[in-house]
Structure formats: structure tokens, C-alpha cells
Antibody, heavy 120, light 112 residues
Framework: QVQLQQWGAGLLKPSETLSLTCAVY????????WTWIRQTPGKGLEWIGD???????IYKPSLRSRVTISVDTSNNQFSLKLTALTAADTAVYYC??????????????WGQGTVVSVSS | QSVLTQPPSVSGAPGQRVTISCTGS?????????VHWYQQVTGTAPKLLIF???NRPSGVPDRFSGSKSGTSASLAISGLQAEDEADYHC????????????FGGGTKLTVL
């Protein structure tokens, strides 16, 4: 059974950097893309970006200048960094496993979510 | 202002059938892209409910079904049960936006 467990700081100030990590247990880490998604009350679910075990990434264009997703294959983990935070980045952040051979991909396993609040 | 539009809420009595709509445009659902559905119980992560052409992951009952027509898709839930009370999200792909997918704003299902 695949399980995703995520962690990271949840209370941040404007202009700071968000840093989250997601560990994958069970199943294979290679051969998949791994994803970060966030959820805000006003905008619903929002895809942030994906990475595979080789480090190939794809980011949401509107976030690309502030987002970095990295991978640590030795520990079956991947991470999210989001810089220059504003209140608009306040959300629940999820990691997930991406599936599918073509658009639209879908997400079959999710982490438990991390509440991130950006406030001075 | 999600790319895919869902009604904020729907409701139904136990045993009834309800449908949740997901309206897109010619650059997403109308372009022929599949629509996936997720169920999210309050306080938990979304759970994949329907993927591709009406496929259900193991463990999802066949009371849940998906359909698509033109620029819209629908999730139908038959034999409504109290445990179905949750938020439901649709997801597809938009060729003008790229990336891995776009979501609807979510629909809260209340079982009366």
C-alpha cells in the first residue's frame, strides 16, 4: 500500500520561503511523477508542479518564478520550496502521486496535507 | 474563478440519486479531455473517485459513475448514503493553460 507522509513549517511570514517534504512509503518511487497541489477556500484545488525520479520538473506558469521542486531518490522523498510568500499563498498543501499516460493526468495517492498560513 | 465550474452545493435524501455538474469550455472538456473526480471528506485529503472514461479505483462502489457531453461532465451518485456527504472535485486538462491539470471549485454534497 502506497503512503505519502509530508511535513514542513506551517506558520510563515510574508516574504519568507515555504519548505515542505513528502516521503513515499510502499510501492515504487521510480517510474512515476510526483506532484504538489494546494487548496484554498476561495480557489479550490490548484496544481503547483510535478517531478520525476530523474529530476524532470514541470511547474504552473504563474508560480514558476517562485517554485522549486526537488527529489531525493535515495530516501524516496520529494520537496517543495515556494519563495516570496504572500497571504495569497495561505493554503493546505498536498503531495500526491501522478498517474496516466496522457493528459489529463490524475492523482491516485495523496499525503495528509499541511496547513500553511502566511501572516505577519 | 476556477477553470471548471461546479455548483457550490447539492443535496439529497438517503437512497436518492444526485448528480454534480462540471462545466468547462472548448479548451478543456470540450476539446475531448477526460474528466476525473475526487471525493474529499471534511478535514481529509482528496480521494480519487473516478478516472478516465468512468473507471473506478479498487474499493469505490459502482454507485458512483461519471459521464461527459460536450463541454460538461457529471458525477452521478445513486443510492445515496450518509457516508457520501463530502466535497466533490472535478479535474481535467486545459490546453491553453498546460500543466498537469485544472480543477473545479468543488461541490459540497449534503445528505439530508
Amino acid at each position: 500500500q502506497v503512503q505519502l507522509q509530508q511535513w514542513g513549517a506551517g506558520l510563515l511570514k510574508p516574504s519568507e520561503t515555504l519548505s515542505l517534504t513528502c516521503a513515499v512509503y510502499g510501492g515504487s518511487f521510480s517510474g512515476y511523477f510526483w506532484t504538489w497541489i494546494r487548496q484554498t477556500p476561495g480557489k479550490g484545488l490548484e496544481w503547483i508542479g510535478d517531478i520525476n525520479q530523474s529530476g524532470s520538473t514541470i511547474y504552473k506558469p504563474s508560480l514558476r518564478s517562485r517554485v522549486t521542486i526537488s527529489v531525493d531518490t535515495s530516501n524516496n522523498q520529494f520537496s517543495l520550496k515556494l519563495t516570496a510568500l504572500t497571504a495569497a499563498d495561505t493554503a493546505v498543501y498536498y503531495c500526491a502521486r501522478r498517474r496516466g499516460n496522457s493528459y489529463p493526468y490524475y492523482f491516485d495517492y495523496w499525503g495528509q496535507g499541511t496547513v500553511v498560513s502566511v501572516s505577519s | 474563478q476556477s477553470v471548471l465550474t461546479q455548483p457550490p452545493s447539492v443535496s439529497g435524501a438517503p437512497g436518492q440519486r444526485v448528480t454534480i455538474s462540471c462545466t468547462g469550455s472548448s479548451s478543456n472538456i470540450g476539446a475531448g479531455y477526460d474528466v476525473h473526480w475526487y471525493q474529499q471528506v471534511t478535514g481529509t485529503a482528496p480521494k480519487l473517485l473516478i478516472f478516465g472514461h468512468n473507471n473506478r479505483p479498487s474499493g469505490v462502489p459502482d454507485r458512483f459513475s461519471g459521464s461527459k457531453s460536450g463541454t460538461s461532465a457529471s458525477l452521478a451518485i445513486s443510492g445515496l448514503q450518509a457516508e457520501d456527504e463530502a466535497d466533490y472535485h472535478c479535474q481535467s486538462y486545459d490546453r491553453s493553460l498546460g500543466g498537469s491539470g485544472v480543477f473545479g471549485g468543488g461541490t459540497k454534497l449534503t445528505v439530508l
